[in-house]
């Protein structure tokens, strides 16, 4: 037999990516290592001797493992472990590579970014591991981890990590795969198991892991996995809040965030990562909301996912069974590639901008308790609930070490995500469509998180009615969309951001005017008329400038 039929009559056997012990070329025993294969087969063949072999599995590497590979020392023992394995496993595509061996760390990271020509630095110095940083063409990031084997050897190391699925390592070197405690075979039965009882006590970050993973893969916790999570909520307090921080982010990044979110809560670890979110629930809402806010707002989590989806490029409109999704692609679908070039530029390189949206979506009603009233028909109103719940979400935001970019997107999405429901409101009433003007204050107001607000106000539109929502009230939203969309990215100089046609060292020239804040009132209020059509060039800005001062010009509306 020759070696390739060899290797493909493997990769057919039941034990594929699994060691065995053979005797007389028969398979007596099994197991995730060779030391374990080894002792199963002296259990009941103690007199004879096995020969322990992998069953080779067909992997698909991608090619930075072979760079990393060709970067290595000759004979250097070194396993790529973790997530990483369960991907190839899984046959998707890891964003970063952890390896571990059996000593100097840093000093071969520093060695593999030095080939590769990447960025090195050392990442912990008593655990002895170093990061590579490769900066890939679309401004992404890779990071290559190389790490000293915490225990005495490969097989302690792998014992001590978060789930069985992770607890996973590729032998560089003869490709080969070490599965201790059996992760592969949770991998096929979609399970998530923890390594060992104390897993989740040992690094409480490993609950938010736990759901995010099982949201991403659609896996399942196993049960006495959720019970040692929910035993470990309290003591969420103890890990830092940027590694709180990355894991929400994740989740927020990740498919099914609204699950993911009601899963942290049944655990009773959201009142430990954000307790101010709990406080929407119960608290009821008028007609047309059908949900108390709370579940609005996982609603409005859920639907926002839909929306980003009906409108990525390459969907497939004809596939959907949703009404609603195919009057979306109908009307919005031929901002598609603009769309996914806004998502594509974040304000961190380590978060998404889609996971930062969510965020806010997350809290654009936070302060709906605190700002609950009653009028004199008995209607339920929250005034002021946006200007209020941007503070909220910006003081958690910033508890949570984001960037002031990122705070302060947040809170322009917050503070606005109600004007949309006006326009919505007039188009459907009046069938009055944004004016000009009115389109220039709002993308004046919000910039770039104009195009955030938009699909927000989408999504909380359908988070409100849910199946009651007409397709005349979902129509009239998708016009208002659309009308913005069109203004900002087809029309921006005529409407969204009209050229300037003076500075105020000019106004101030022309109309011997001192100087002071009424100076840029004017100069706003020029471009207020430039955008509704009304001024076209400078001598027309003068004069309007001119007669204004004439009038008495004070710049308040």
Request: proline share 5%; hydrophobic share 40%.
């Amino acid at each position: 037999m020759t070696k390739e039929t060899a290797n493909s009559e493997s990769q057919k056997s039941p034990y594929s990516g699994r060691w065995v012990a053979l005797v007389r070329g028969r398979v007596v025993a099994q197991a995730g290592t060779p030391e374990q294969a080894l002792r199963a087969s002296l259990f009941s063949r103690n007199k004879e001797k096995p020969e322990i072999k992998f069953m080779s599995l067909p992997l698909s590497l991608p090619p930075l493992i072979d760079r990393i590979k060709d970067a290595l020392p000759p004979e250097q023992e070194i396993y790529l472990v973790g997530g990483a394995v369960r991907d190839l496993l899984t046959s998707r595509l890891s964003p970063d590579f952890d390896f571990a061996l059996p000593s100097n760390g840093i000093s071969l990271a520093r060695k593999v970014a030095n080939t590769l020509n990447a960025d090195f630095l050392p990442l912990d110095d008593e655990r002895d591991t170093g990061r590579v940083v490769i900066t890939n063409d679309d401004g992404t990031r890779t990071f290559l981890d190389f790490a000293t084997y915490r225990g005495a050897n490969l097989e302690e190391d792998l014992r001590a990590r978060d789930f069985t699925i992770n607890a996973l390592a590729y032998n560089l070197r003869d490709n080969t795969i070490i599965d201790p405690l059996n992760g592969a075979n949770d991998i096929r039965s979609k399970l998530i198991r923890a390594c060992s009882p104390t897993s989740l006590s040992d690094d409480p970050v490993r609950i938010l892991r736990a759901v995010r993973q099982a949201a991403a893969f659609s896996f399942k916790i196993d049960k006495p996995t959720r019970e040692w999570m929910k035993q470990s909520t309290d003591q969420l307090g103890r890990i830092s809040a940027e590694r709180l921080r990355d894991e929400v982010f994740k989740i927020l990044q990740g498919p099914k965030a609204d699950a993911s979110l009601r899963a942290l809560d049944m655990l009773g670890a959201l009142s430990h990562l954000m307790p101010e979110l709990l406080r929407m629930k119960g608290v009821q809402q008028s007609p047309p909301h059908i949900h108390d806010v709370w579940t609005h707002t996982l609603a409005v989590l859920d639907y926002l996912d839909q929306i980003i989806s009906g409108l990525r490029v390459g969907y497939d409109a004809e596939k959907t069974n949703d009404m609603f999704t195919g009057l979306l692609g109908l009307r919005l679908g031929r901002f598609r590639e603009q769309i996914a070039q806004h998502f594509a530029h974040s304000l961190n390189v380590d978060r998404s901008h889609r996971a930062l949206l969510f965020f806010a979506t997350l809290y654009h009603d936070v302060s709906k308790p605190d700002t609950k009233t009653n009028d004199e028909t008995g209607r339920i109103r929250f005034f002021d609930h946006d200007m209020q719940g941007a503070e909220v979400a910006a003081e958690r935001a910033r508890s949570f070490n984001l960037s002031n970019d990122e705070v302060e997107r947040i809170h322009v999405i917050i503070k606005n995500h109600m004007r949309i429901h006006f326009f919505g409101s007039r188009m459907l009433a009046e069938k009055q469509t944004p004016s000009r003007k009115a389109i220039y204050r709002f993308f004046r107001d919000s910039g770039k998180a104009g195009i955030d607000l938009i699909l927000l106000a989408l999504a909380d539109l359908r988070g409100t009615s849910a199946n009651e929502l007409t397709i005349d009230t979902w129509t009239a939203y998708l016009d208002v969309a659309r009308i913005l969309l069109e203004n900002y990215w087809e029309r921006p100089e005529e409407v969204v951001s009209p050229p300037r046609l003076l500075d105020g060292h000019e106004l101030m020239k022309e109309l011997n005017l001192k100087p002071g804040p009424v100076i840029g009132q004017l100069l706003e209020t020029i471009r207020e008329n430039q955008a509704a059509g009304k001024i076209e060039n400078r001598e027309q800005a003068l004069s309007f400038a001119r007669d204004e001062v004439t009038k008495g010009f004070t710049g308040e509306a």
